[in-house]
């Protein structure tokens, strides 16, 4: 965290989550009473009811499955798709993944666990994606998983929600702040039980509804 980064009010700082409060306090020594949490929101187009002839144009602009899990964020280590690829070959439904961000070199761990599990048929990298087509994907996917394993928010789990599109994010940082009572905290590394709460969720309409 940067000084830099935080935005200063009279006498304090404003920070996002308890999340980024502790690691104030933790990295910039900063005492408890002079800070304070504003939590985020997310754009205004996450919040719209979706119009089927839209969603179904935005579907065939990026050739999009039917049905598929849902993961936003770049390609990049701390946001641990590799962990997500790899409980998506571990699941018992297999429901195609479709990934969208930037990349880094990490890509080339995730590409490698997409080949150990022989998912190159059922996951997709998207990259370039307007903004303005991503509450149409939002809101088309089965399931939003994001098991990144250090955030200071976690907006796309705000959009996702507010998309009304159920949610699967990691313990350990901020999402459970962001996500709420009603989505599912797995351990991000833990493939083995986040393939289990995927199958969980995919296999009941009553858990969806409950979760959106």
């Known amino acids: ?17 308890e999340q980024t409060k502790r690691d104030i306090i933790e990295f910039l020594n900063i005492p408890a009473d002079k800070i304070k949490v504003v939590y985020q929101t997310c ?21 999009l499955p039917e049905n598929f899990i849902l993961n936003v964020g770049t390609v990049e280590k701390r946001k641990n798709l590799a962990s997500l690829v790899e409980a998506v070959g571990k699941s018992n439904t ?27 048929e059922e996951v997709a990298f998207l990259q370039n994606v307007s903004f303005m087509d991503l509450p149409a994907i ?48 797995v351990d991000p590394f833990n493939t083995d039980e986040l393939a289990i709460q995927i199958d969980k969720v995919i296999e009941s309409d009553e858990l969806q509804l409950k979760m959106k």
Do not use: W
């Open 1 to 17: 965290v940067g000084a830099t980064m935080i935005p200063r009010i009279i006498g304090g700082i404003v920070a996002i989550s």
């Open 43 to 63: 754009a205004d187009s996450f919040k719209l009811d979706p119009h089927y002839s839209y969603v179904e144009s935005i579907r065939k602009k990026y050739n």
């Open 94 to 120: 297999r429901l195609p993944l479709v990934a969208i961000g930037s990349q880094t070199d990490y890509i080339k761990e995730v590409e490698a666990k997409v080949t150990e599990y022989k998912l190159d």
């Open 138 to 185: 939002y809101q088309m996917a089965n399931l939003f998983v994001y098991p990144s394993v250090f955030e200071g928010f976690g907006i796309p789990v705000l959009e996702a929600l507010f998309c009304k599109t159920p949610v699967i994010a990691a313990t350990g940082s901020c999402l459970e702040e962001v996500g709420g009572e009603y989505s599912i905290y």
